[in-house]
């Protein structure tokens, strides 16, 4: 029972422990971005979709890392779509999410060996099973980030970060901002 309880606890830490957003991203075989070396955001407004009432200063936050991160990884920014080789846009968007975990719990009142393996009465003691069930409401934030070629205007790459949002998030925007777009954005190229 020691080890039933000490794999749980142990699969639990290792859940806690990853942090961070979960990455993942497309690549258009087509499209050859390796001479790419401006870029651009794709529309004014540069976000695709954003919802409603979304923080206008997490918008701007959100365009600065992309902005940064690209010219880090050595793309210079121009302002005329015309002439950049690459245009961005992004979307956010959050969910709502519950999670249902139940697990078994037993309570085992005692047992009682009886008579009946000497020919008389037996008595197994009641052992009362029960299942504990937990629910869980979360939100779950989801940034995307896409980079199109201007020349043949097509998709070039497609990348998009979950990750649930705690309060501690909440209050801390601007580095779970800087670790999505970095992150995301570390698959590029």
Request: with cysteine; proline share 3%.
């Amino acid at each position: 029972m020691k080890v039933f309880f000490t794999v749980i606890f142990i699969t639990f830490l290792a859940a806690c422990a990853q942090q961070g957003p979960k990455i993942n991203y497309e690549y258009n075989p087509t499209i050859n971005v390796l001479t790419a070396s401006t870029f651009t955001w794709l529309k004014e407004d540069k976000a695709l979709n954003l919802p409603v009432g979304f923080n206008p200063i997490a918008k701007i936050k959100i365009e600065e890392a992309i902005k940064n991160e690209m010219i880090t990884k050595g793309y210079r920014f121009v302002n005329n779509v015309n002439v950049a080789d690459l245009a961005i846009s992004y979307s956010v968007g959050s969910r709502d999410k519950v999670r249902v975990d139940s697990y078994p719990t037993a309570y085992q009142n005692g047992f009682v060996w009886g008579a009946r393996y000497y020919g008389g009465y037996s008595r197994y003691s009641n052992a009362i099973n029960n299942t504990k069930t937990v629910v869980r409401q979360y939100t779950q934030g989801e940034l995307a980030v896409d980079i199109y070629d201007v020349k043949t205007k097509q998709p070039a790459w497609h990348g998009w970060a979950t990750q649930k949002i705690s309060t501690k998030d909440k209050t801390n925007i601007d580095s779970v901002i800087n670790t999505a777009v970095t992150q995301l954005l570390k698959n590029f190229n």
